[in-house]
């Protein structure tokens, strides 16, 4: 079946570090892929997402690129903000018109001044 | 002018009642979800409504009931509920049309169930 696989967290970081969330994929065909976060007691939000192979998401400063030959869609920032403390989460859809998502487990980031 | 809009926030229940949670969308969207998160912010879908239709089922417990009086909203009843249904429930909405560029869900802010 299809599934997603994150990193388990939580990730701390300082202020202006470098961020790198692995997420890894299993799908039949050729899936769109996503990140959604979700801050605090808020519902989820689009981050950004690819549809296909080699396409690049990108989206306040968050960068993902869909790698098809390592079934991968690691998220990356080259510098966080406390503001970017959230829950990330990658998730899959697969073609055919089905409109289920399909979530990784979530990854909680925390950014420390 | 929240998009998706549920009540109530938050749920606070014994076991065994029974509870119903709102959901309604303005943004003219033709496809409506709910979500389960657990306590270990794992997120699963449970239901789909298009155009009030049910397209995705999953296997949840029939104690869980959707229900769509029309596109802009989904309501979820739950009968008999028990201790591990607490968890945090979003709905969601979407425009359903196929093409990878309209693939955008949009969240409601969610409501905590605790049942005791």
């Known amino acids: 079946g299809n599934s997603v696989t994150q990193m388990e967290g939580p990730v701390t970081l300082s202020e202006e570090a470098f961020l790198t969330i692995n997420c890894t994929y299993t799908?039949?065909?050729?899936?769109?892929l996503f990140w959604y976060v979700q801050y605090p007691g808020e519902g989820l939000q689009l981050l950004l997402k690819?549809?296909?192979?080699?396409d690049k998401g990108s989206n306040k400063g968050f960068e993902a690129t869909y790698r098809k030959e390592t079934t991968s869609f690691h998220l990356e920032k080259g510098s966080v903000q406390v503001s970017d403390s959230a829950v990330y989460f990658c998730a899959l859809r697969t073609q055919g018109g089905s409109e289920k998502l399909v979530f990784g487990k979530g990854t909680k980031l925390t950014v420390n001044p | 002018d929240t998009a998706v809009s549920q009540t109530p926030k938050y749920l606070v229940t014994q076991m065994g009642n029974d509870k119903s949670i709102k959901c309604e969308q303005n943004l003219g969207h033709d496809t409506m979800y709910w979500y389960k998160q657990d306590s270990k912010k794992f997120l699963k879908i449970m239901f789909s409504y298009n155009n009030k239709e049910l397209i995705i089922n999953e296997t949840v417990p029939n104690r869980f009931s959707p229900k769509s009086p029309d596109k802009a909203h989904l309501n979820l009843h739950i009968n008999s509920l028990e201790l591990g249904d607490s968890a945090v429930y979003f709905c969601?909405?979407?425009?359903?049309?196929?093409?990878?560029?309209?693939?955008?869900?949009?969240f409601g802010s969610g409501t905590q169930l605790s049942v005791l």
């Open positions: 799908a039949t065909g050729y899936p769109s």
């Open positions: 690819a549809t296909k192979a080699d």
């Open positions: 969601a909405s979407s425009h359903r049309t196929g093409s990878p560029t309209n693939e955008k869900l949009f």
